[in-house]
């Protein structure tokens, strides 16, 4: 009668509990394998290949096993080995490049940085020489000297205009 298992780690548990008709024990309790030429079907490790069909003086009932792939190394060839080191000699020539440039626009910076500093030290003289210029007792001692102006000895006095004349004066200057 067939066992119905619910899933796959049922059918494994399974197989572990079946004795391995390859392996015995030896009277000193450590196992010894037989000398059977064919492992169990179980532990083959499939090779991607299907199995090769038997030879005619084996016997058809005893069932071979997959033989594994051969681990064969892959050369590497010329060509490919050319366009890596072209390749690597590309991003070396670009990155170096790429430096070379970020030096020169650091030089670049540097000579504005040099150029703007000069600029605003120019630019606080001049500031200090308005200052030094526009302080009142400069203005005051320039009006005195040049223009003949003195400071009034009295209070300012407010004066009343006549708007009457003031229109007869316009209207005469409107006649001209």
């Known amino acids: 009668m067939a066992k119905i298992y619910k899933n796959s780690a049922e059918v494994l548990a399974e197989r572990a509990r079946e004795p391995d008709p390859f392996v015995r024990l030896e009277p000193s309790g450590k196992r010894a394998t037989t000398s059977s030429p064919v492992p169990p079907s179980r532990r083959m490790i499939y090779g991607g290949t299907m199995p090769p069909p038997p ?17 064969t190394r892959r050369r590497v060839s010329p060509f490919n080995i050319i366009l890596i080191l072209m390749g690597v000699a590309a991003a070396s020539v670009l990155y ?8 020169q626009l650091m030089n670049d910076i540097n000579k504005e940085d040099v150029k703007l500093q000069q600029i605003l030290n120019e630019q606080e003289m001049l500031r200090a020489r308005i200052n030094q210029m526009s302080s009142l ?36 200057l409107q006649k001209k």
Request: proline share 10%; hydrophobic share 35%.
């Open 96 to 103: 170096i490049s790429n430096i070379i440039a970020v030096d």
């Open 55 to 71: 030879a005619m003086d084996e016997p058809t009932g005893i069932p071979q096993p997959p033989k594994n792939r051969k681990i």
């Open 137 to 172: 007792e400069k203005v005051r001692k320039k009006a005195e000297e040049e223009l003949g102006l003195q400071n009034p000895k009295g209070a300012p006095v407010w004066m009343d205009i006549d708007h009457e004349k003031v229109r007869d004066i316009e209207d005469a």
